[in-house]
Structure formats: structure tokens, C-alpha cells
């Protein structure tokens, strides 16, 4: 089975630019999460989205966001980019809502670089 | 505000020892926990998923929970080169809505 798929992998925009990053989950995986890394503040989770519905979000400014489509493939968009926007952002998918499908997989990333 | 804490490291261990990682959370009521392991450049890589007290063994990992304590760990038996990498705690801080907190992450170096 394939895994989590990010694309584009790589991305130099410019401050003011906006920024759309897309991820393709696991097949059969119905529910993505978005999360920002960077070496100072770690993993950030940022929001889940479950059937074209965004479930849970963190705390991020209304610049990010998302959306999912009905395959399940999701898009995240950041408007008016800034210099700490600079990070990598990681897509995860995992089964379903229940408490079994807890397990959540990770794409290999986008490396998004601001200047 | 909902936190994870592990010690940075680094932790260095010899080749065939067990490396021994800490974790602590501060929602008593977390309900899963898991660990991650995320080699330099790439993305984390689930290795173990624990939900009850007591411990989990999977292969060299055996994960601990213990929730009274707010305590979870990853032991890695007859450590190998290959599992140097920053490990990371993640706990669901959020129910049913699904809300993974990292921590920072502890980075263990296997020497040969």
C-alpha cells in the first residue's frame, strides 16, 4: 500500500506570497492532519480535517489553512507569508475516527522556505 | 496549555545496550500515546502505539504507560547504529477530536 504523499517536496516563496502545499493520504485513509516542524518549537499541530471537515485546530493564525476534498486528498494554504513561516510541513493520515484507527502516518513533508 | 516533555539529549548509549527514553505529559486525561522515530532530513516514522497501563512489547521496543504517574517510556534492547535518531513522544490531548502533542524530542546516538 502506498504511503502519505506531499507535494511539492521543496519551496522557496517570498514574503507577502501565499503558498498552497497538497497531500494524498494512505488509500482507504479518510482523516488528514496538518503539522508544522521547526528546530525551535518542534511538531506543531496545526488542524485535522475528517470527511471535507475540518475536526480539531491548533493554534495558528487564520493565515493557515486547509481543506479537504471528497478522495480524501487535502490542500493547506498559508497567505502572506512571513520569514517564520519557514519550516517543514508534514501530512498525516490514519484510518478513520475510531479509537482503533488512533495510528497516525506520516508523509514525507514539504521543505517550505521563506524570503 | 497541554504539554510533553522529554529530555533533548543527547543520549548516548553503546552498541547492544538498552537506551532507555522518558516521556511526561501533563493531561490526565490522555487516552493514547505513541512514539516516533525521525532520522535526520526525513519525517517520523511511527514505531509503537501503547493505550493501557503496563507495557508493550514490539520486537527490540518495549513501550510503558503509566498513566497515575503521567508517564510513558520506549526501551530499545541490543541498541543497533541504525536506531540513532530523534525519538518523539506524541500523546492524543484531545479525545475524540484527534489533537496530537509532540514533545521536543530526545535524540539517541548508538556508538559501534
Known amino acids: 500500500k502506498a504511503g502519505v504523499t506531499q507535494t511539492p517536496r521543496y519551496l522557496i516563496k517570498t514574503r507577502g506570497q501565499q503558498v498552497t502545499l497538497s497531500c494524498s493520504p494512505i488509500?482507504?485513509?479518510?482523516?488528514v492532519s496538518w503539522y508544522q516542524q521547526t528546530p525551535g518549537q518542534g511538531l506543531q499541530f496545526l488542524f485535522e480535517?475528517?470527511?471535507?471537515?475540518?475536526?480539531n485546530k491548533g493554534n495558528f493564525p487564520g493565515r493557515f489553512s486547509g481543506r479537504q476534498f471528497s478522495n480524501s486528498r487535502s490542500e493547506m494554504n498559508v497567505s502572506t507569508l512571513e520569514l517564520g513561516d519557514s519550516a517543514l510541513y508534514l501530512c498525516?493520515?490514519?484510518?478513520?475516527?475510531?479509537?482503533?484507527?488512533?495510528?497516525?502516518?506520516f508523509g514525507p513533508g514539504t521543505r517550505l522556505t521563506v524570503t | 496549555q497541554k504539554e510533553v516533555e522529554q529530555n533533548s539529549g543527547p543520549l548516548s548509549v553503546p552498541e547492544g545496550a538498552i537506551a532507555s527514553l522518558n516521556c511526561t505529559y501533563s493531561?490526565?486525561?490522555?487516552?493514547?500515546f505513541f512514539w516516533y522515530r525521525q532520522y535526520s532530513g526525513k519525517s517520523p516514522e511511527l514505531i509503537m502505539s501503547?493505550?493501557?497501563?503496563g507495557d508493550k512489547e514490539d520486537g527490540r521496543f518495549t513501550a510503558q504507560l503509566n498513566k497515575a504517574s503521567q508517564y510513558v517510556s520506549l526501551l530499545i534492547r541490543d541498541s543497533q547504529p541504525s536506531d540513532s535518531a530523534t525519538y518523539l513522544c506524541?500523546?492524543?490531548?484531545?479525545?475524540?477530536?484527534?489533537?496530537?502533542?509532540f514533545g521536543k524530542g530526545t535524540l539517541l546516538t548508538v556508538n559501534p
Open positions: 498525516a493520515s490514519r484510518a478513520s475516527m475510531d479509537r482503533l484507527s488512533y495510528e497516525q502516518y
Open positions: 488509500s482507504g485513509h479518510r482523516s
Open positions: 480535517y475528517f470527511s471535507e471537515t475540518q475536526r
Open positions: 493531561d490526565r486525561g490522555s487516552q493514547s
Open positions: 501503547i493505550y493501557s497501563n
Open positions: 506524541a500523546v492524543n490531548s484531545g479525545g475524540s477530536n484527534y489533537k496530537l502533542t
